[in-house]
């Protein structure tokens, strides 16, 4: 009899749970943790092709030093940021990880765009192969960050919408922070990796034609 009642207490317990939402946040909140080290895992691979690509921009152009210099630093202060679970409910914690991603995008796309200036760089084999890994890692990161932002906008979502709100304000779910608009255009766009060498001529800008002088009035 007591084996009975406990088993309908569980019963209804889990009824009640799923009824108010419970159920539905836990498995979204661990959507979005799949996803975020998702996220960290391309990001990781980007940073660890980064040290063989300068080596080998080093190789052929080392008097490109201010870019080599740049990717590495940008490089070590994304790398710094301790990627722990609960970076994803600090905004802040957040915010600082973009701006360190985005960094180092800027800065990738520095370097191959100097690339473009030494052909024998760009036939290297060994460039070439790095060249490729590092555009199928940012098409990665992009698919990547793409799934964590949807997750973690359903997430939110469920968060803040009745009567599901109540339950997440019991049991201490609150809304994640997200890639904002800004800084999703500015690292939404991978580097470069083309290696075409003719480029689009630019137009010159037209001057705009000076105004003629004044004529003097005739002298009295």
């Given at each position: 009899?007591?084996?009975w009642?406990?088993?309908?207490?569980?019963?209804?317990?889990?009824?009640?749970?799923?009824g108010?939402?419970?159920?539905?946040?836990?498995?979204?909140?661990?959507?979005?943790?799949?996803?975020w080290?998702?996220?960290?895992?391309?990001?990781?691979?980007?940073?660890?092709?980064?040290?063989?690509?300068?080596?080998?921009?080093?190789?052929?152009?080392?008097?490109?030093?201010?870019?080599?210099?740049?990717?590495?630093?940008?490089?070590?202060?994304?790398?710094?940021?301790q990627?722990?679970?609960?970076?994803?409910?600090?905004?802040?914690?957040?915010?600082?990880?973009?701006?360190?991603q985005?960094?180092?995008?800027?800065?990738?796309?520095?370097?191959?765009?100097?690339?473009?200036?030494?052909?024998?760089l760009?036939?290297?084999?060994n460039?070439?192969?790095?060249?490729?890994?590092?555009?199928?890692?940012?098409n990665?990161?992009?698919?990547?960050?793409?799934?964590?932002?949807?997750?973690?906008?359903?997430?939110?979502?469920?968060?803040?919408?009745?009567?599901?709100?109540?339950?997440?304000?019991m049991?201490?779910?609150?809304?994640?922070?997200n890639?904002?608009?800004?800084?999703?255009?500015?690292?939404?766009?991978?580097?470069?990796v083309?290696?075409?060498?003719?480029?689009?001529?630019?137009s010159?800008?037209?001057?705009?034609?000076?105004p003629a002088?004044?004529t003097?009035p005739?002298?009295?």
């Amino acid at each position: 009899m007591r084996n009975w009642v406990m088993g309908l207490v569980v019963v209804l317990a889990s009824a009640n749970l799923s009824g108010c939402g419970y159920n539905k946040l836990q498995n979204q909140d661990e959507a979005v943790k799949a996803a975020w080290s998702e996220v960290v895992n391309q990001y990781q691979r980007r940073a660890d092709l980064i040290p063989n690509l300068v080596a080998a921009v080093k190789g052929f152009a080392a008097q490109e030093e201010r870019v080599l210099v740049g990717v590495t630093e940008a490089r070590a202060k994304a790398t710094s940021i301790q990627l722990t679970p609960e970076l994803i409910n600090n905004p802040e914690a957040f915010a600082k990880f973009q701006a360190a991603q985005g960094e180092l995008t800027s800065a990738l796309k520095s370097l191959l765009v100097t690339v473009e200036r030494y052909p024998e760089l760009k036939s290297d084999a060994n460039f070439r192969d790095l060249q490729a890994q590092l555009e199928g890692t940012e098409n990665r990161i992009t698919v990547a960050r793409n799934r964590y932002i949807q997750a973690v906008q359903e997430f939110n979502v469920t968060v803040r919408e009745f009567p599901t709100n109540i339950t997440a304000n019991m049991f201490d779910f609150d809304v994640k922070p997200n890639f904002s608009v800004q800084n999703e255009a500015e690292i939404s766009t991978a580097p470069t990796v083309s290696f075409d060498t003719s480029t689009p001529s630019q137009s010159a800008t037209p001057v705009e034609a000076a105004p003629a002088p004044a004529t003097p009035p005739p002298a009295n």
